[in-house]
């Protein structure tokens, strides 16, 4: 399984924001879409990436405020990506080697959508589904063996 079966499936809705947007504004648009990350554009390029991860630091570094800054001053400015051609296996194995949830997907340098790990892990959880009833039905359908006459 490849990443653009997974954005096949999840659909191409993007929630883009650009570095000089406020972090407060930033957030009540993560509350308001239910969503656990923005990517960071400007000038159509990916500059950046904002989770609820650099949110929580930010809290906590202010004592509970996001204050006044700008995505600019908090977001990770330096995301890692895949490509729609990367097999879910290494998308995993990214996720957990960089310790991050969600990826931007890029081809050359448009951005194609963003996978989260609950994406990931909700298509592999259903590739695997549909090969057990496969499997079932295989066995199922178990063809009778002729018997043999004891020698």
Known sequence: MR???ILKVKGSTLFTVTPDTSLHEAVNSMAEHDIGSLVVMEYGD??????FREVILTLHKNGGSVGTSTIRKVMDDHPITCTPETD??????MM???HVRYLPVMESRALM???SFYDVAKAVVEEQGFENR?????????PDEER????
Request: net charge positive.
């Open 3 to 5: 990443v653009s079966d």
């Open 46 to 51: 990916l500059v950046g990436m904002l989770t």
């Open 88 to 93: 879910v296996n290494e998308v995993r194995r």
């Open 96 to 98: 957990l080697e960089h």
């Open 113 to 115: 959508g963003v996978i």
């Open 134 to 142: 496969l499997l079932k039905a295989y066995i199922r359908d178990w």
């Open 148 to 151: 043999q006459p004891a020698r």
